[in-house]
């Protein structure tokens, strides 16, 4: 049973670029986290997505955006890239929405913005 | 609002004594509350995880913590350090009692000395 994936595993772009990330859940899951984790950092949460809706969101610009969808895949998105968006992105799913169900995180992408 | 506070951002121990890596929280409610584990090149893993039933919670690998509310701590425990904990450690708290937003610490690097 394949775990969570992500693609690409690293990724280097310029600023003012877009970027997009995917994410494949681990199977039978059907809601999807995304987390930035900036290097010596922990991860910060972006957003959620539980039946192709974004349900959360944390403190992050509407230049991160995303997107699920029916097999529960889902694509994070960034515009106008800064500097500062050079991090580790994080892919987590889960079995359904609540802290009651474990999430299963993958190896993320290494994004480094130049 | 939820928040997690590690107090080492670094513990090194030798091989085969006991480890302590300290977690702090702040939460308005009964909170979740988790511990990480990252190694290397590796996805976060899930060492364990309190909600509300046992204080004293068991995980995997030998970890384990207690959580005690009038301390408003969460620390993660082991007897024995073997060389294959060496990784960086998060102590997490759920962002709200709905749904699964993780708010994760700063980290703890553990080095294990032979």
């Known amino acids: 049973d394949a775990g969570v994936t992500q693609s690409p595993t690293h990724l280097i772009k310029t600023r003012g670029q877009q970027v997009t990330l995917r994410c494949s859940p681990k199977?039978?899951?059907?809601?999807v986290s995304w987390y930035q984790q900036a290097l010596g950092q922990g991860p910060q949460f972006i957003f959620q997505?539980?039946?192709?809706?974004?349900?959360q969101r944390g403190n992050f610009p509407d230049r991160f955006s995303g997107h699920q969808f029916p097999n529960y895949s889902s694509e994070l998105n960034v515009n106008a890239l800064l500097l500062g968006d050079s991090a580790l992105y994080l892919c987590a799913s889960s079995l359904g929405l609540g802290d009651r169900y474990e999430q299963y995180f993958g190896p993320g992408t290494r994004l480094t913005v130049t | 609002a939820q928040s997690v506070t590690q107090l080492d951002s670094h513990v090194s121990v030798s091989e085969g004594t006991p480890v302590l890596l300290r977690c702090n929280y702040s939460?308005?409610?009964?909170?979740?509350l988790f511990w990480y584990v990252q190694h290397p090149n590796k996805g976060l893993q899930l060492l364990l995880k309190y909600t509300s039933a046992a204080t004293l919670v068991k995980g995997i690998n030998g970890f384990e913590a207690e959580f005690k509310k009038s301390e408003t701590s969460f620390h993660l425990t082991k007897p024995s350090a073997h060389m294959s904990d060496a990784a960086e450690y998060f102590c997490?708290?759920?962002?709200?009692?709905?749904?699964?937003?993780?708010?994760f610490g700063q980290g703890t690097e553990l080095s294990v000395k032979p």
């Open positions: 997490v708290v759920s962002g709200d009692n709905q749904g699964g937003k993780l708010i």
């Open positions: 939460s308005s409610y009964s909170p979740s």
């Open positions: 199977s039978g899951h059907d809601t």
């Open positions: 997505y539980y039946e192709e809706e974004e349900r």
